[in-house]
């Protein structure tokens, strides 16, 4: 499911590592302070792809760890999974959202996906280890490739669900991520699953660029995600994936496995507990729709659920 190409990222590498309270020596005058300066924790960075979910949920990530005492640095606009893997292997990014399934088809595209979020943990174990990454526990919030039409297409060609559109595709130009091509759950999916082949392909930038391509009719078929709220606002038709093509997405937090420490994971981990698919799509429309900033849902949605 998600994103793009191949970039460099054009930063330098960020410095990491624990950054240690100073300690005056007993022989100093005392200062007045009244006791000791509290312990400065690590400096972590936490990434996110730049989409607005994934945005959404990097803030929770930043927004826990600062109020537990860490230097956060926050990169949520990263191209793709193609820019941000690198960049954690590197050291640059430390923690990041992640989605199973997708992770999985991008590492071990020939493993054949999982039926299961732990299934799919437990495959990308060993492959995250010589990468020097790690996956926590998921979240129940799911999310996965959507492939949508309007209305009126539906009712003019009967489409209800993918497979539908074999027959008719020979004619149609589908939009979706500039990746798609390469992905196993978008085109080459589509051909190997359902013998569905696209007449054209327009790539197109997630989000409001693709919604804008169907209601102009540039486009016949694209692709959003399943908790993505203009589904239902705009009265698209989402087709049903008859064939099981797409896997449980689960998000999941990922992080380097040389800056993970009890504190990181027990934080981390209550995030992923307090995420559904129910709540997440809330979240989604108040940043797709409403313009709202991710990190200010992000911190509305903490502090509901007691952990800010």
């Known amino acids: 499911m998600r994103r793009p190409r191949s970039y460099v990222l054009g930063a330098a590498l960020l410095a990491f590592g624990l950054v240690l309270g100073a300690c005056g020596s007993g022989g100093d005058e005392d200062t007045g302070t ?31 760890l600062e109020d537990a005492g860490y230097d956060v640095e926050s990169r949520l606009d990263l191209d793709s999974r193609e820019v941000r893997l690198p960049a954690m292997e590197s050291g640059e990014i430390d923690i990041a959202p992640e989605y199973i399934a997708s992770l999985l088809s991008v590492l071990d595209p020939d493993s054949g996906g999982a039926t299961t979020p732990e299934e799919g943990a437990e495959t990308l174990a060993p492959l995250l280890e010589d990468m020097g990454l790690e996956l926590l526990p998921h979240s129940e919030a799911v999310d996965v490739n959507a492939f949508v039409v309007s209305q009126d297409t539906a009712d003019e060609l009967g489409l209800a669900a993918v497979s539908d559109l074999a027959d008719v595709a020979g004619e149609l130009t589908l939009g979706a991520p500039p990746e798609c091509p390469k992905r196993p759950y978008c085109i080459p999916g589509l051909k190997d699953t359902y013998g569905v082949e696209f007449g054209d392909f327009k790539p197109l930038e997630y989000g409001a660029a693709t919604i804008q391509a169907l209601e102009a009719g540039a486009i016949d078929v694209a692709l959003l995600f399943s908790t993505d709220p203009l589904i239902s606002q705009k009265g698209l038709v989402l087709l049903e994936d008859d064939k099981d093509l797409q896997q449980a997405d689960n998000i999941t937090p990922l992080v380097r496995s040389e800056v993970l420490n009890d504190e990181i994971a027990e934080l981390l981990n209550a995030v992923s507990a307090a995420l559904t698919t129910d709540n997440i799509t809330p979240l989604n429309a108040r940043v797709l ?9 992000a911190r509305d949605f903490l502090e509901e659920q007691g952990l800010l």
Request: aromatic share 8%; proline share 5%; no cysteine.
């Open 289 to 297: 729709v409403d313009q709202e900033d991710p990190e200010d849902v």
């Open 34 to 64: 009244g006791g000791n300066e509290p312990e400065e924790k690590g400096s972590v960075t936490v990434g996110s792809d730049g989409f607005y979910e994934a945005q959404i949920v990097g803030a929770m990530y930043a927004l826990v």
